[in-house]
């Protein structure tokens, strides 16, 4: 029985779902062999969401408290604080696309970080933990991490420990924790034999070293990063996740990455799932959003339809985050 057929008949014959996560670089004909994790009775897929943010943040409240330490905003995989293309000439392109605007707006005091977009995780917290250092001048910080971020901001936390910053909290979104079945499917399917020189062109083109793409792959988060960076008792974990309702459009970057994890993982945004974006306390499931609309950086034609088709666009990525804020202060940090 093909691997595929197994999963489906597990589903329907059994009383208990299983989410699997790939159990390396082995290959078997383009596939990989996953390591699987039992989740509870019933559609896991359901059960397994958590609190279900629907329409939550569609609209800004009249009013935000504001956090008492700094936020710092650390982004993901290749992402950058802001990216100015042409000089003065053109606007700067900004990762955080109008949120530190807003929450600064609000009286919150905000640090952004820019790490090295395709470094290693130990690359990657080393300099976050410099900007931090540069920018919060002995402040206690929380940090909000879109992505890979999260990861960066867990290795500093656990492995750095940077005497020079202290982190009151964590609030990570749509951050791997436990990998990406999409990262293991990529570099799965591209081999041993070509990797090195995929990663050494890479390197020419962009003049970013390659590391982080090996390490968000499951087997590596399970084996290697998760098990040696535990979680700082000190400090406050929360998380949270999203998925897409409907497969993604045709045109759309996310449409063969959503089916890939959806396979392996369930629910997910397009690149990350729901049950790799949990980690200490979970504040739940962004319904309907994907990986990009976490960042504000929302297709505003596929908004424009909605609206004429009498659907206004369920999610506000501002209010988000304006409300994190608001989360924080409430929680005393």
Known sequence: MSWPNLVAFIRAHAGHQTICRSAGPKRHFGAYAPLCRHLAPTDARIKGLGKEIADEYALLRDSYQAPKHPIVLAHGLLGFAELKLAGS?????????????ALSANHAEVITASVPPSGSIEKRAAKLAEDIEAQAHGKSVNIVAHSMGGLD?????????????????????????????????????????????????????????????AQLTTKYMAEEFNPKTPDDPTVRYFS???????????????????????????????????ESSKWGTY????????????????????????KWMGRPPSFNAVAFYLDIGDMLAKEGL
């Open 283 to 306: 504040k739940g499931t962004l319904l309907g959003v994907n990986h990009l609309d976490l960042i504000n950086w929302s297709n505003r034609l596929r908004f424009t339809v909605q």
């Open 89 to 101: 000439y053109l606007p700067s392109i900004h990762y955080w696309r109008g949120i530190r605007e």
């Open 240 to 274: 949270y996740g999203a998925m897409v309702k409907h497969k993604p459009p045709l045109l759309s970057p996310f449409r063969h990455s959503h089916h890939v994890i959806e396979q392996h993982e369930g629910p997910n945004d397009g690149l990350v799932s729901v």
């Open 153 to 213: 901001a867990r290795y500093m936390i656990s492995q750095l420990k940077p005497t020079s910053v202290n982190v009151k909290s964590l609030i990570t979104v749509a951050t791997p924790h436990h990998g990406s079945p999409f990262a293991d499917y990529l570099i799965d399917g591209i081999g041993p034999h070509y990797l090195p020189r995929l990663y050494h062109l890479w390197e020419q083109t962009t003049g970013w070293e390659p590391s982080a793409f």
